[in-house]
């Protein structure tokens, strides 16, 4: 019997990799003091997810019949942030404009999607390649989103709050894009909601993303501001 939603494995699956991650984000930030420190762990961090993102797109690319080399291309946004993501805190620099709006999709998706993963079904078990990779790959971009947010290394502020916009919008053209040249339908949700039999396509989702962000600015300005005025 496959694995199941909510089943042994996966809760298994839900509770070591939390235990994992709150204990290597512990531990970074009770003894990562130099800015060098912290940068390395993160970059073992964005490491770790480009190979996963890299060995799940390549699980799906010889998953069928054919061989769909198109398919190395992620099609979800939680397969792009992934990717889009790794490689801005592997190569880019501390709070690079990449970052800003990739980590608040990393850690929405990557929480949501391990809790709810509607894909460990999908094979016999729970380390079949595409489910265990797709497991991976979301646990260690809210990792990495949580990572950049405790140690400092992106500083959050309404003067990068364009940045998420055009994420959005390059989501958007990528996936009209995978929908025309290889009639990938459920391309970035465009066409097909996330859940089927919820409206929860991209027009839906985008505009909730962008509401919550604006919140969580708002909070983190007015924390911000509270904190230097008792400074004074």
């Not at 790959?137 to 990068?160: E, F, W």
């Not at 940045?163 to 025309?180: D, K």
Request: glycine share 8%.
């Amino acid at each position: 019997m496959n694995p199941q939603l909510f089943g042994t494995e996966h809760i298994l699956y839900i509770v070591i990799s939390t235990l994992l991650g709150g204990i290597s984000l512990f531990a970074a930030k009770k003894w990562l003091k130099g800015e060098k420190s912290i940068a390395l762990f993160i970059k073992i961090i964005a490491f770790l997810l480009l190979a996963s993102i890299m060995a799940n797109r390549l699980s799906q690319v010889f998953r069928y019949d054919e061989v769909r080399w198109y398919c190395i291309i992620p099609d979800s946004i939680c397969g792009m942030t992934s990717l889009v993501f790794s490689l801005a805190a592997l190569f880019g620099k501390k709070n690079n404009a990449f970052l800003h709006p990739m980590w608040l999709l990393g850690l929405f998706g990557g929480v949501s999607t391990v809790i709810y993963a509607t894909f460990v079904g999908q094979g016999p078990t729970l380390f079949y390649l595409p489910t265990i990779t797709g497991l991976l790959h979301h646990s260690l971009s809210a990792l990495l989103a949580v990572a950049v947010l405790m140690l400092g290394y992106i500083n959050i502020t309404y003067k990068k709050w364009h940045y998420t916009l055009f994420g959005v919008t390059a989501y958007v053209t990528l996936g009209a894009f995978l929908m025309q040249a290889f009639d990938m339908s459920d391309a970035f949700h465009i066409a097909e909601p996330l859940l089927e039999g919820t409206p929860l396509t991209i027009w839906v989702m985008a505009p909730i993303y962008l509401v919550c962000y604006g919140v969580i600015l708002a909070v983190i300005e007015a924390v911000r501001k509270k904190n230097s005025k008792k400074g004074k």
